[in-house]
């Protein structure tokens, strides 16, 4: 059973940089490819940011493109999203979740298999 566990949300300014961290238990972790999904009030949850389980050509919503590095440990079970020059629109809750194994890089949330519980950000003056 894979559980998956975000840290990192929090209250930040615009202009802020935010690192979300998100643990994956079970095993199987590298086969598997990751994503970043936001969810704002009354929107749907969107993808912002994917890595493939062979960590190449990540997917980014052009919104975030150039602000948001999306990257994985292995080792540690552990992706990441490092996001750079927050804006108010980047608020929301912030999910990961995990497709696999070795499948294709998707950004359709219909298409991932399992979901962490989420963590707030908010982004405010």
């Known amino acids: 059973q894979v559980q998956l566990a975000e840290s990192g949300g929090g209250f930040v300014l615009p202009g802020d940089s935010l690192r979300l961290s998100c643990a994956a238990s079970?095993?199987?972790?590298?086969?598997?490819?990751m994503g970043w999904f936001r969810q704002a009030p009354w929107n749907e949850r969107e993808c912002v940011a994917a890595?493939?389980?062979?960590?190449?050509?990540?997917y980014y919503k052009d919104s975030v493109k150039g602000r948001f590095t999306i990257s994985r440990d292995n080792a540690k079970s552990t992706v990441y999203l490092q996001r750079d020059r927050l804006i108010l629109e980047d608020a929301g809750v912030y999910y990961c979740?995990?497709?696999?194994?070795?499948?294709?890089?998707?950004?359709?949330?219909?298409?991932?298999?399992?979901w962490g519980q989420g963590t707030q950000v908010t982004v405010s003056t």
């Open positions: 079970g095993r199987g972790f590298s086969s598997y490819n």
């Open positions: 979740a995990e497709r696999g194994p070795r499948a294709h890089l998707e950004i359709r949330a219909d298409k991932y298999e399992y």
């Open positions: 890595i493939s389980w062979r960590s190449n050509a990540p």
